[in-house]
């Protein structure tokens, strides 16, 4: 599975993104998807998990109530919507996939097989 993430980009705290990972190569309806963080100077975090199917949904607890994930299916594509941006959410930001037969719970980078690019946000005060 090849990702590309795109959607990045500089923002006044309190504004929006949305992030948009598309996927090519393999059946994108069979891989959970996610996106992860990484913040200068700082470890890669978890920020949100779907499942293969949309059905379920997880969102770090940093993020809950102001970030959602989403996919489609039919457009090969994961979306991340931030919203209520904040200085602290400034980070490159990844997607990951993983067939969803070989995930766990999809919350730790380690269980995932395909990475992005990444893409930056920036999120000014």
């Known amino acids: 599975v090849q990702l590309q993430a795109s959607g990045g980009g500089l923002v ?47 969102h770090a607890d940093s993020v809950k109530g102001r970030f959602t994930i989403s996919r489609d299916n039919a457009e090969n594509t994961v979306y991340l919507q931030m919203n ?5 959410d400034t980070a490159v930001y ?12 999809g919350l730790t980078e380690e269980e995932y097989d395909y990475w992005g690019q990444g893409t930056l946000v920036t999120v000014s005060s």
């Open 12 to 58: 006044q705290a309190g504004g929006s993104l949305r992030l948009s990972c598309a996927a090519s190569g393999r059946t994108f309806s069979s891989y959970r998807m996610g996106w992860f963080r990484q913040a200068p100077g700082k470890e890669r975090e978890f920020v949100a998990t779907i499942s293969w199917s949309g059905g379920r949904t997880h």
């Open 94 to 105: 990844y997607c990951a996939a993983v067939y969803y037969l070989q995930v766990v719970n």
């Open 84 to 88: 209520s941006l904040k200085p602290e």
